[in-house]
């Protein structure tokens, strides 16, 4: 039955049915050939999986992000990281970075954030001289940041699927993120120093100038999390609160807002929220077949008996979620392989909120990972005639490096998730 339910999901992802559906198909066949349930438990796993006042916060989140970017958030950001790092060499690639932590905070969403940060910066970048190739990887790896820096919609699907406190895991990326900054900054340090002559001055009074246009961007996130940990609403109705924080600041104050942009974001969110929420109710399916064939207790079990080592657990399950992440959508693989997961965590004495950060870096990483990293595709169509290939350089096994460099240190230093978690309970 185990054997069938993965065989069947793998055979369907890989001939390039959609994972919702593959998740599906992997749910009914084993269960109708190997068990004596009733088939019709399957519709009642998908409807009982989306009655969830948390996962509300889905689709909340990305109308939010598109409210924000729509309204000229991405502008704003990227002007007021080019003026704190725009003058150290490498500087514009240095600002994707510092750029998409922000968008990061504001959209939740890898695919957003290359698309808001990169349309602006990859046309500046190659009139400034850096190289078209080098510019496009550079913004599509720095956009999987979107994904760790908070709110983060993975991280809403982590909490709802473990139960961690979604504030937690929030605040848990963080630190993290900005950790993951100044590695992947490294390298475009050095690329500029060689390669590009950078004729930005710093200048404080353009700081204050850019913050101050930036400033209502910025506090959103804070918003958020201080309503959050001030238990003045829960996550969900943060993410309602978002949404009309992004609508007036959009309408009222950035005066970037019409009709025609909100109709649009509102499409494209009601498309995106309902591939997620298929996605959610197809998994549910797949981890009820998965508990009627043990399959999470035996593979903890499996693992556990490979070694006592906390060391060497957490390296196996790094690779295992690395090449997950490479060709798994996020939410996806949070939502089948965090479940068998939670036990091993339980039997070793790690946190969940330390797991879950570690978990979304490692899907992270895998966005912007070769041969089906969805990030390398959203960023190819930055620039007309490149193609995936193209995108595929030592810049991005580089950038990759340095990545997994910030992810050992997460996995084996507890404490940089978890120093904000616990300082604000």
């Known amino acids: 039955m185990a054997a069938t339910l993965f065989l069947v999901f793998f055979v369907f992802a890989f001939l390039g049915v959609p994972i919702a559906v593959a998740l599906l198909a992997a749910s009914a066949i084993p269960l109708y050939f190997f068990t004596t349930t009733a088939m019709a438990v399957i519709p009642q796993r998908l409807f009982v999986s989306m009655d969830s006042f948390s996962l509300m916060a889905l689709p909340f989140f990305m109308i939010a992000g598109g409210l924000m970017a729509e309204g000229g958030v991405s502008r704003r950001l ?9 003058g150290l ?3 514009l690639a240095i600002v994707a970075f510092v750029a998409s932590a922000f968008m ?12 808001a940060i990169g349309s602006i910066l990859v046309p500046s970048m190659i009139e400034a001289g850096y190289d078209k190739r080098f510019a496009v990887t550079t913004c599509s790896v720095a956009g999987f940041l979107g994904t760790i820096i908070p709110p983060s919609i993975p991280m809403v699907t982590y909490s709802v699927t473990t139960g961690a406190s979604t504030g937690d895991v929030f605040s848990g990326g963080i630190i993290p993120g900005c950790l993951l900054v100044v590695l992947m900054s490294i390298w475009s340090f050095v690329y500029g ?14 700081v204050v100038r850019t913050f101050i246009e930036a400033i209502w961007s910025l506090l959103m996130p804070l918003i958020i ?18 949404c009309l924080y992004g609508l007036l600041v959009g309408f009222f104050v950035y005066r970037e807002l019409n009709l025609k942009k909100i109709y649009k974001v509102m499409k494209d969110s009601v498309v995106s929220a309902a591939m997620v929420m298929f996605i959610v109710a197809g998994a549910a399916a797949f981890g009820f077949v998965m508990t009627q064939a043990s399959i999470p207790v035996k593979m903890s079990n499996w693992i556990i008996s490979m070694t006592d080592s906390r060391i060497v657990l957490l390296l196996l399950i790094n690779l295992l979620l690395l090449f997950i992440g490479t060709f798994m959508e996020t939410n996806a693989a949070i939502l089948i392989v965090a ?23 490692n899907l ?21 005639g490149l193609t995936v290939k193209d995108v595929i350089n030592r810049h991005l096994f580089l950038y990759i ?7 050992l240190l997460i996995t084996f230093i507890p404490e940089i998730v978890l120093f904000l978690p616990n300082l604000v309970k």
Do not use: W
């Open 401 to 407: 490096g340095l990545a997994l460099t910030g992810l």
């Open 78 to 86: 990227v002007n007021f990281a080019n003026s704190i790092v725009g």
């Open 104 to 115: 990061g905070a504001i959209s939740g969403s890898a695919t957003a954030t290359v698309i």
């Open 364 to 384: 992270s990483i895998g966005i912007v990972t070769p041969p089906l990293g969805v990030n390398l595709f959203v960023g190819a169509k930055l620039v007309d």
């Open 89 to 91: 060499p490498g500087g």
């Open 339 to 361: 479940p068998i997961f939670i036990p091993i965590c339980q039997a070793f004495g790690i946190d969940l909120v330390h797991f879950g950060v570690m978990m979304i870096v």
């Open 225 to 242: 999390l201080g309503g959050i940990y001030g238990g003045i609403f829960t996550p969900t109705e943060a993410a309602a609160v978002a």
């Open 193 to 206: 120093r060689k390669h590009v002559k950078t004729n930005y001055k710093f200048s404080l009074k353009e």
